[in-house]
């Protein structure tokens, strides 16, 4: 059964500065990995999707990386901002449309 | 209305009563989700909708019972929960998971926090 870890679970920098979010999985069979964002109180907001034959997608200040060998995501944010204050979820894909697998997720706060 | 949106956003019921929520998407989805988010916890996936056929029931108590009509609209149904059932139940929306080769990402409506007294 794959399993969904999240570290550090909560984090708090002043800002400006750059910041990694470590999710790592049990099975490295991961298909496809996705992470999310979560403001307190409300649903989910789609942040990256990276795909099986993908490494690594970026978003403005965002970029997310996959190594499947390692069974390693990291989310990687440039210059944060208060904005960016909320808990970030990763969720990976075993194989094309099956279940997604959530980790806990890493509560991160941007002091101004 | 745009995305994905779930009616009511806030609901505490008694343990006798019996409501429903309402989630309904504006993408042109063929699947969608119900998950639990509780304290502490993971997001449980509950159920899975694709082409209005549930693929996926993950072992969930007859207490809820979800309703899919048309690709577009998810209910669940709540009679006789436990407090324990106190959580944020998300619903989400994809394109259709299981189409050989396809790629997609779930899209999610803002929950609703249900309280069981």
């Known amino acids: 059964k794959q399993e969904v870890t999240q570290i550090p679970a909560a984090l708090s920098v002043p800002e400006g500065e750059n910041l990694v979010l470590n999710c790592s999985f049990t099975d490295s069979a991961i298909y496809n990995l996705q992470w999310f964002r979560q403001d307190p109180g409300k649903g989910l907001t789609s942040l990256l999707l990276i795909q099986s034959s993908q490494r690594e997608q970026t978003s403005g200040r965002l970029n997310a990386s996959l190594d499947k060998s390692s069974g390693r995501s990291t989310l990687y944010i440039a210059a944060s901002q208060p904005g960016d204050s909320a808990t970030y979820l990763c969720a990976g894909e075993e194989t094309s449309g099956s279940r997604l697998t959530f980790g806990e997720g890493t509560q991160l706060t941007v002091n101004p | 209305e745009t995305g994905v949106t779930q009616t009511p956003r806030h609901l505490v019921m008694g343990m006798t009563n019996k409501k429903s929520l309402k989630c309904e998407q504006h993408l042109g989805h063929n699947a969608m989700y119900w998950y639990k988010q509780s304290a502490k916890k993971p997001l449980e996936l509950m159920f899975v909708?694709?082409?209005?056929?549930?693929?996926e029931n993950n072992s969930v108590p007859s207490r809820f019972s979800p309703e899919c009509p048309n690709s577009s609209h998810l209910f669940l149904h709540l009679h006789t929960l436990q407090p324990e059932d106190s959580a944020l139940y998300l619903c989400?929306?994809?394109?259709?998971?299981?189409?050989?080769?396809?790629?997609?990402?779930?899209?999610f409506g803002p929950g609703t926090r249900l309280t069981v007294t």
């Open positions: 909708y694709n082409f209005k056929e549930q693929t």
């Open positions: 989400a929306s994809s394109q259709d998971p299981f189409f050989s080769g396809a790629t997609y990402e779930q899209y």
